[in-house]
């Protein structure tokens, strides 16, 4: 049995000092114990989140889509449209040394696990491949190569908008029918039985804008309790155009039609009401937050001071990837809701600082919306751990909460994460990825090989 030790760590119960962990073969913790100092122990050690929600290929988009094109209201919908025809180049060969990078550096940065919300699934211009989960395969390959832990999210994309019109040019690459999709999905399940014990399939309707009734209606059911994501109110336009033809605004419609429960995972969510905030709270779905993303794409501020007042439940994620940043996730949430109340520590509580709040919140929705067994210090759980080194100019041996502010709000968190395990695997040491170089430089390839196409 391995045993990990650290002078400082976050437990259920609390701080605490000098920490055993002892680790199952299979990769859970079996047991905690304190009063157990050592030499070699590691100066912070915390339990490591899920990242809830990515599209790994988009990560070789970033940096292509910040020069302002002809139209002076550029926004997500010129974005979305360069996206289209950037997917018009990539091979599941491509594909795959992308998402391997995007999972390398989601360990990195301190993310144990992730719910990849996975919807390429066909070739330039819709060709189906003749596994329907070819590229399916290929995020699993990437996972296992990094020992990332992993909840495969196929999508089911059927309509380009609420109207029913057909999907046009790079968005062929996503289509399903519902007959189809549940084809992909059995697939998909089969690659995830063969992976480790730790991985998970699901299933994410798109949104209401590019799922039918009836689509929605046997994705809901092939989840089943499995984790259920889908995207729901992030853009002004999406909202006018499901209130124009469901005759409700999107998340009204969805808690008035089905039964939304905590294995649900609602995306952005930064267009509700606060009727709607409550609501949604109330059912115990975690809403998936990617501030990075949501702020490159000027969605709009999703209302967590009320969602957590509600007892809602929140975790992060880094969609389109265009920067992977636990700690800088965290703080631009912090940071959105100060800008719109003009206030400080707006997500604090009376006996948890800013920092603990956000870690906290974090790791619980993490856990939830991926179905993972994680998320804390505890026997049974996955073995999913973050080791920290305070002992520098960043952290200067701060304790507790404090400590925990200052890795989020200074910027320089990440630089120091030493140690990652992702269920008992110990794949990032001494601050870098065990297969950092094989997998850089497959990337760095894959990105000339674009370079020149696009």
């Not at 990242?51 to 139209?71: V, Y």
């Amino acid at each position: 049995m391995t045993r990990i030790h650290a002078k400082q760590a976050l437990t259920p119960q609390g701080w605490v000092r000098d920490l055993r962990l002892t680790l199952t073969p299979e990769g859970r913790i079996a047991q905690v114990e304190t009063g157990h100092p050592h030499p070699a122990a590691h100066d912070l050690l915390l339990p490591a989140p899920t990242n809830l929600h990515s599209h790994a290929f988009q990560r070789a988009m970033a940096g292509l889509t910040e020069a302002r094109g002809p139209d002076p209201s550029d926004s997500f919908w010129t974005w979305r449209r360069l996206m289209y025809r950037f997917l018009d180049q990539l091979t599941p060969d491509q594909i795959e040394a992308i998402t391997a990078l995007v999972f390398m550096e989601m360990l990195e940065a301190g993310f144990a696990s992730v719910a990849e919300f996975h919807y390429l699934h066909h070739g330039v211009g819709g060709t189906p491949y003749a596994d329907p989960a070819e590229l399916s395969s290929r995020i699993t390959a990437a996972a296992a190569r990094t020992g990332i832990g992993l909840t495969l999210l196929p999508v089911l994309y059927e309509t380009g908008g609420c109207d029913g019109r057909a999907l046009q040019g790079g968005q062929r690459r996503f289509g399903n029918t519902p007959d189809s999709y549940a084809d992909l999905h059995a697939a998909a399940a089969r690659l995830i039985a063969k992976g480790p014990a730790d991985h998970h399939i699901g299933a994410a309707p798109h949104s209401l804008r590019a799922v039918t009734r009836e689509g929605l209606s046997r994705a809901i059911a092939l989840a089943g309790p499995a984790p259920l994501h889908m995207h729901l109110a992030e853009q002004v336009a999406e909202v006018e155009e499901v209130q124009a033809h469901l005759g409700a605004r999107p998340t009204d419609w969805l808690l008035a039609h089905y039964d939304v429960a905590p294995n649900w995972c609602l995306i952005h969510c930064t267009q509700m009401t606060s009727a709607e905030t409550q609501a949604l709270a109330a059912t115990g779905a975690v809403a998936g937050l990617c501030p990075i993303t949501e702020s490159s794409l000027g969605d709009g501020i999703f209302n967590a001071t009320d969602y957590l007042s509600a007892k809602g439940r929140i975790g992060i994620g880094s969609d389109s990837n265009i920067q992977i940043s636990l700690f800088d996730e965290l703080r631009t949430l912090e940071y959105s809701q100060r800008l719109r109340d003009r206030t400080r520590a707006a997500l604090a509580s009376p006996d948890r600082s800013t920092g603990r709040t956000l870690i906290e919140a974090a790791l619980q929705g993490g856990a939830q919306a991926a179905g993972r067994d994680s998320g804390a210090l505890r026997p049974g759980a996955w073995a999913d751990l973050i080791a920290i080194e305070t002992d520098n100019h960043r952290l200067c041996k701060r304790q507790g909460d404090t400590l925990l502010d200052t890795l989020i709000f200074t910027g320089q968190g990440a630089q120091c994460i030493s140690d990652v395990w992702s269920a008992g695997r110990h794949v990032v040491q001494d601050h870098r990825h065990i297969a950092r170089d094989a997998i850089t430089t497959a990337f760095r390839a894959t990105l000339s090989e674009l370079n020149q196409s696009l």
